[in-house]
């Protein structure tokens, strides 16, 4: 019997001919990440374990991007320690404010996430690096010290879901976004609890790098253990020059087993959105069309790349954001920002009416830049919709992509981008 790319990834880490579902491993890592929300309590169980240095230094990354610009006197101490540790250890990775970018976008961005690689974060959307070809999951803090400690980390290997997408002939406007939340829609947000979700298609290989690791990053929110796409020529060329070192590729085996195959036909995915309080909880967006909204975000490690910035800035451009919506954009990086500024999509927004931010994850889970007061209702391009995710437990958060997120800015509810495109 043939193995899944997950399969394969696992096996090589852990020095087997192979694997199968079920089996319990210890695997060698590639990298292993953390933020200034996790990474101080991996770091005090660090010191706990007594193991002195870090296992590698070129293979820690830390990534104070949470509470950063810090808003508080407690989030200051807690970019603080990471700023210590990274210093005493000769950390190579590790980035500060005016540099450092939203995790998920910047560890791809800079070449450290690779084909082949097996990697842990202590944040749970670090099952976005499946969209290079890597083994990437999110583990807890003190998983996290031990991998810092030995370079390793032990797994069930998960049983492998495979999600086809036929045809390239998308409806206007839809995303990675739309199809991640589509499935999500139809399996639940524990479809896949402890399972690979793997994508592949002809639907999938139409999408970009941006498209892919939005889905993959969303792959948590079905209960994954990772998301996965098989590497092809638009990964290679988004490597090219990025990749700091060798890397390996694996495909799935023709006779691999998976526990289940779902096929989707891409023409007949609409625009989605994901209602209050649950990733699961979706709908066409014409079935919700009007919904009042106070607040719209685009951003995030879901959707705060330059696609996404490009897609937005298409339908706002020349066009003001309603009076009564507050529109926040945060880019991913420094370098996403930057690039958006030079094609004149910063402008674009700030001329619409909206805010655009530092690289921060701060709306996303209610942390700053963006809180909820009781009774309000944001639209947001983020990853979590659960209760008080972005403020007061009675706030309300819909999901979406940057399509839908610009075109309900402007109308100040929720709207399908085509009745506000501008044409000719």
Not at 31 to 50: K, Q, S, Y
Not at 99 to 115: A, D, K, M, W
Not at 197 to 210: K, Q
Not at 286 to 293: F, K, N, P
Request: net charge negative.
């Amino acid at each position: 019997m043939g193995m899944t790319i997950t399969e394969k990834i696992l096996a090589r880490h852990a020095g087997l001919n192979e694997v199968a579902p079920g089996q319990l491993i210890n695997a060698a890592l590639d990298l292993v990440l953390t933020n200034d929300i996790t990474g101080p309590i991996a770091i005090r169980e660090f010191a706990r374990f007594g193991a002195g240095k870090v296992f590698d230094q070129s293979k820690i990354a830390l990534v104070p991007d949470h509470f950063t610009p810090n808003k508080d006197i407690a989030s200051a101490e807690q970019a603080k320690i990471l700023r210590e540790f990274a210093a005493a250890q000769g950390i190579e990775h590790y980035w500060d404010t005016g540099r450092v970018g939203i995790e998920h976008c910047l560890l791809p961005e800079q070449g450290l996430t690779l084909p082949g690689d097996c990697i842990i974060g202590a944040d749970s959307h670090t099952c976005t690096y499946g969209a290079v070809g890597a083994f990437s999951t999110g583990v807890g803090s003190t998983d996290l010290a031990a991998g810092m400690a030995t370079g390793e980390a032990w797994f069930r290997v998960p049983e492998s879901l495979k999600f086809i997408f036929h045809g390239r002939d998308y409806q206007p406007w839809v995303s990675g976004k739309d199809l991640i939340l589509y499935i999500i829609g139809k399996i639940g947000v524990d479809g896949a609890r402890y399972q690979a979700m793997e994508f592949a298609g002809e639907g999938i290989e139409a999408l970009s790098m941006d498209g892919r690791f939005t889905m993959c990053n969303m792959a948590i929110e079905a209960g994954a253990k990772n998301g996965i796409i098989a590497p092809d020529d638009t990964t290679f060329a988004y490597l090219q020059d990025r990749a700091r070192r060798s890397y390996i590729v694996d495909y799935s085996d023709p006779d691999a087993a998976y526990a289940e195959v779902t096929d989707f036909n891409t023409a007949d995915i609409p625009l989605q959105i994901a209602l209050p309080h649950l990733p699961e909880n979706t709908a066409a967006v014409d079935e919700v069309s009007g919904t009042a909204l106070d607040q719209v975000v685009i951003g995030s490690c879901t959707n705060g790349r330059l696609e996404d910035l490009r897609i937005a800035a298409q339908i706002l451009r020349g066009q003001k954001v309603s009076p009564h919506i507050r529109l926040l954009v945060l880019p991913g990086t420094q370098k996403i920002y930057l690039d958006a500024l030079r094609e004149g999509i910063i402008e674009t927004f700030i001329e619409a009416g909206a805010a655009v931010s530092t690289p921060t994850c701060g709306p996303c889970l209610g942390g700053h830049m963006g809180i909820l007061a009781k009774g309000e209702r944001a639209l947001s391009t983020t990853n979590r919709n659960f209760v008080g995710r972005m403020g007061h437990p009675e706030s309300e958060v819909y999901l979406c992509g940057p399509a839908v997120a610009a075109a309900s800015a402007l109308k100040g509810q929720i709207t399908h981008p085509r009745e506000v495109v501008r044409h000719g």
